[in-house]
């Protein structure tokens, strides 16, 4: 997954100063890491981070009813 994931941003020319794969609860990570905005499909993980920094949601089947503040939904 981290290849694809590498490509798609490089392929779509998006821009990032690091790239981080975590499982499981992200927002200690967050907040020690000084994290700006994240890119999430995960709908807990939507939520939950949400709560701290805006996320750009990747649209998938799995999270489509996840709305709210600070939530920015992707669709390619």
Known sequence: M???VIKWL???SIYYDELIFANGDK???IITNKI???IE???RNIQEISKLIPVICYNARYNTEIIGN??????S
Request: hydrophobic residues 30%; proline residues 5%.
């Open 36 to 38: 700006d905005v994240m």
């Open 41 to 43: 499909d995960n709908p």
């Open 2 to 4: 981290k290849e694809i």
């Open 70 to 75: 600070n939530i920015l939904r992707c669709y």
């Open 27 to 29: 927002t200690d990570f």
């Open 10 to 12: 490089k392929d779509n």
